[in-house]
């Protein structure tokens, strides 16, 4: 059995730079899980004293606290800074700019629609910039705009890990209906290039693993795709939830890996298929 990486996936840009942010703070408390993977947090708590802030309760006066790359609210930010803590910002530039585009469209007497999971950190996050909340909306699904109060000026955004060809949908029913909408593409590239690779592997591919964290947007997007293309597509957070019956008469193995996997986990990951590979006669 051949074993493929896909031709781009893991580690986005601003994983990578919060991840570096957190290294060079040993000692420091991030507000909120820096990134959807509980392996890497764990790293950066074992090696570097990282803690974790689930809540301002759970942050002291005078600590050093790391904006998680997700972003948090508004006013959680402006509590932090009212009682003097450092703050380091490992918030990730892709995420700012729906922050900025919501604030600013706000003031700005739009009506704001966000496309994406309100119960996800950054959208809880992208949604408090908005002047008034009552005028700031989170949708999923295009069908759910027919509900809404809209002015006759929109702005739209959406999170960062969303599918382009949703996005399309949502802002196609709002220019129909709409005399003026501001379209704000605020999905990141690393996102379409690690979803079209993978696709690209997984129409090849007769199993397909994933390598992330269970409770990530991109990674759970990784494998739906991968899903659409090999049926024998597989999500895991590490080399431990591998299970030899899943290679049983395969000639190819894909894998990809969302946003926050770090590379010594798909390392880990190729060493163990590599294992069992002599196993299953391979």
């Known amino acids: 059995m051949k074993i493929e990486l896909a031709s781009s996936y893991g580690f986005c840009f601003g994983v990578k730079r919060a991840i570096k942010i957190a290294e060079e703070h040993p000692g420091s408390k991030t507000y909120g899980p820096l990134i959807h993977n509980k392996d890497e947090i764990d790293r950066l708590k074992n090696g570097f004293s990282i ?5 301002l309760d759970d942050v002291s006066r ?3 606290v790391v904006i998680r790359t997700h972003g948090i609210p508004k006013k959680e930010l402006a509590s932090l800074k009212e009682q003097d803590n450092t703050i380091i910002d490992a918030t990730c530039p892709y995420v ?6 919501v604030e600013k469209m706000s003031q700005e007497g739009y ?9 996800h950190p950054e959208i809880k996050g992208v949604v408090s910039y908005a002047e008034s909340q009552e005028d700031a909306f989170i949708v999923l699904d295009a069908k759910e705009l027919d509900e809404l109060p809209l002015r006759s000026k929109v702005a739209v955004v959406a999170q960062t890990t969303r599918k382009p060809e949703d996005f399309l949908k949502i802002t196609s029913a709002l220019i129909l209906k709409h005399k003026e909408v501001r379209v704000f593409n605020t999905i990141c590239n690393a996102t379409f290039e690690n979803q079209d690779a993978a696709a690209d592997l997984a129409k090849k591919a007769d199993v397909m693993i994933v390598i992330g964290g269970k409770h990530s947007s991109n990674t759970k997007q990784l494998h739906s795709i991968c899903k659409n293309h090999c049926i024998n597509s597989y999500l895991i957070e590490n080399e431990k939830e591998l299970k030899r019956e899943w290679f049983d008469g395969k000639e190819l193995c894909g894998i990809s890996a969302g946003a926050s996997t770090p590379d010594w986990i798909v390392q880990n990951v190729i060493d163990e298929i590599e294992k069992i590979k ?4 391979a």
Do not use: M, W
Request: no cysteine; charged share 30%; aromatic share 4%.
């Open 111 to 119: 009506s704001i629609v966000i496309f994406g999971d309100r119960n």
């Open 51 to 55: 803690g974790l802030a689930e809540s």
């Open 278 to 281: 002599p196993k299953i006669g």
């Open 62 to 64: 005078d600590e050093s």
């Open 96 to 101: 700012t700019t729906p922050q900025k585009d």
